[in-house]
């Protein structure tokens, strides 16, 4: 059985309003009363406050003494402490004198001043540094000092003790005296002769002339060749080259003009005697000068002008019917008096420093050529500088200071002459700061010492004689065997004689030179030479010898270098 359910739909509504009051973008009400009222408070104008009281402060005195220092050895550090009372003044100050002279700050002196505790530190003494170190404190209302003692002992400046005994024994054997060797014989050469003589030549001009010969002794260090020219000496220029070379002797003119033909000799000279050959060169020329004029209208005119007396007067030149625009201008030399300065220097005092200097004078007679100017300082020459401009123009003489220094005091000097005679003015320029110059040494001990260093020596060159000898091994090349792959081999061996600069080294693998390599390096020094195999590799077996060799004999030395070969790893098995 089934029911049946019938519903019935419905519905309702409801609605509301929203009304919003939109806010000033601007609030100008304060949110703080007490705040703002204590702002308007603190930014009230007000007038001038008092001034306060400048504070004052009693004299310095030190409550704790300069220490001493006792018992240092040259290049130990040193320190000095002080401490004074009241240090809240700041217009004190703290000097530092040494033997009563003032120290000044540097790299290895540090002077500080932190409330009331004075130091000192030495990075290192030194000997010179040893005596009275006192320290003044000063302040406006008095001045206190302290002082205290540096001792210091120098050490010995130069070591006389050897500390390699083995190297000492060994540069006493090499710069041990040693016989001389005996002088070989001088070598006899013949009498100059020309194998081959000069052969005669004629060439068209323009062309190049070779004269050729050959003579004996070729070897003959003496022989001399000298060339002639119609019997008068020949030289090398632009046209002309002389060549001499293992007997060939030979002259080349290019180009060759008609002026070089005649007779060319050769001639040969030693102490044994002399040779010559002559030959003939001929050079025809051909007809290249012009000589005929090509404007004959301008050729009349230049002889016209030619013949006309330029030295002669005017009047001179109207009798001999010749233009007076060629008749010569007389015009009187112009004198002048020896110079005089109608304006002198005017003295420049209590000039600051890096201030312009300027010092202005009139010098005449100002159109004189022959006026000249020099500037002095202190009675000598100015130097030229950056910081001077000198300046002379229509009598005005200027120097100008660009910028001052407290070194810049003294006097200067314009000195002005001509060929009547001179005439000159001084001026006196005082900058500030000149009296605050320490020029006298702080340390005389010091100042002797760099006199004496930089004082020029005279050093008598010695000649140094190289004795010739024939060379050989001290010690010989060790053989290397069974080296692993990529291990260093090194071979060394020393050799006599060690400071002869013509011995040759020289390398060999296998009878072949050893070129230059990343793996192989070669070095010889002072009778020392070495092999060095930065990785060895297969490549690296064979025989390694080592020849040195100079004018008196030769000598050689030899190792064999062998690889080894790694045996196989072992199989594994995973």
């Given amino acids: 059985m089934r029911s049946l359910l019938l519903v019935k739909h419905s519905e309702d509504t409801i609605s509301a309003s929203l009304l919003v009051v939109a806010n000033p973008s601007i609030l100008g009400n304060t949110q703080h009363e007490q705040s703002w009222a204590r702002i308007q408070a603190l930014e009230a104008p007000r007038g001038p406050g008092e001034e306060r009281p400048e504070a004052v402060h009693e004299a310095t005195r030190w409550v704790r003494p300069l220490n001493s220092v006792d018992g240092l050895v040259e290049g130990q550090p040193a320190h000095f402490e002080a401490q004074f009372t009241p240090f809240g003044d700041p217009k004190t100050t703290v000097h530092w004198f040494l033997n009563g002279r003032p ?92 194998t081959q003589p000069l052969q005669s030549v004629e060439l068209p001009e ?19 060749l000298q060339w002639f020219l119609n019997d008068q000496p020949l030289a090398d220029s632009n046209w002309i080259t002389m060549t001499q070379d293992f007997g060939c002797a030979a002259l080349k003119i290019s180009p060759a003009y008609a002026r070089h033909t005649g007779v060319y000799s050769c001639k040969a000279t030693n102490s044994e005697g002399a040779a010559i ?29 030619e013949a006309i007396d330029k030295s002669i007067s005017e009047e001179q030149n109207e009798k001999m019917n010749c233009p007076s625009q060629y008749a010569r201008l007389e015009a009187p030399e112009r004198e002048f008096d020896k110079p005089q300065w109608i304006q002198p ?133 060790a053989s290397v065997q069974d080296i692993p792959e990529g291990e260093p081999v090194h071979l060394e061996a020393t050799f006599m004689p060690a400071r002869d600069p013509d011995l040759k080294v020289e390398w060999q693998k296998n009878g072949a030179p050893i070129g230059a390599s990343q793996l192989v390096k070669t070095r010889h020094e002072l009778g020392w ?46």
Avoid at 213 to 222: E, G, L, M, Q
């Fill in 529 to 574: 030479a070495t092999l060095d195999i930065l990785s060895v590799n297969p490549d690296h077996n064979g025989m390694y010898t080592l020849h040195i060799a100079n004018d008196q004999g030769e000598a050689a030395s030899s190792a064999s270098v062998k690889f080894c070969t790694s045996p196989p790893l072992p199989p594994m098995f995973l």
């Fill in 103 to 194: 120290m000044g700050m540097s790299n290895r002196k540090i002077m500080r001043n932190e409330f009331g505790l004075v130091t000192l530190d030495l990075a290192y003494t030194l000997a010179e540094d040893a005596g009275e170190y006192m320290v003044l404190v000063r302040n406006d209302s008095g001045e206190d000092t302290t002082a205290g003692q540096l001792a210091c002992s120098s050490r010995p400046g130069i070591l006389g003790d050897v500390q390699h005994e083995q190297s000492w024994k060994r540069i006493q054997e090499i710069e041990a005296p040693r016989a001389p060797l005996p002088e070989p014989a001088a070598a006899t050469y013949q009498k100059p002769s020309f």
């Fill in 345 to 477: 220097f005017a003295d420049v005092d209590n000039v600051g420093e890096g201030q312009v200097v300027e010092l202005h004078g009139l010098v005449e007679p100002s159109g004189d050529p022959s006026m000249r100017i020099e500037w002095l300082f202190n009675g000598k020459p100015i130097l030229n500088a950056n910081r001077y401009r000198q300046e002379y123009e229509f009598g005005n003489a200027i120097l100008t200071i660009a910028h001052t220094f407290p070194h810049d005091t003294g006097v200067y000097t314009c000195r002005a002459w001509n060929n009547q005679g001179e005439a000159s003015t001084s001026a006196t320029v005082k900058i500030d700061g000149y009296e605050r110059l320490l020029l006298d040494s702080a340390h005389p001990v010091s100042w002797q010492r760099i006199q004496e260093l930089e004082a020029p020596k005279i050093v008598e060159e010695i000649e140094e004689v190289v004795q010739k000898e024939k060379p050989y091994f001290l010690t010989q090349l």
């Fill in 277 to 305: 050959t002559s030959a003939q060169v001929t050079v025809h020329g051909e007809d290249s000068l012009f000589l005929d004029t090509q404007h004959p209208a301008s050729l009349q005119k230049i002889r016209e002008m």
């Fill in 206 to 224: 323009g062309g190049t002339a070779l004269l050729e010969a050959r003579f004996i002794p070729v070897n003959d260090p003496s022989m001399t």
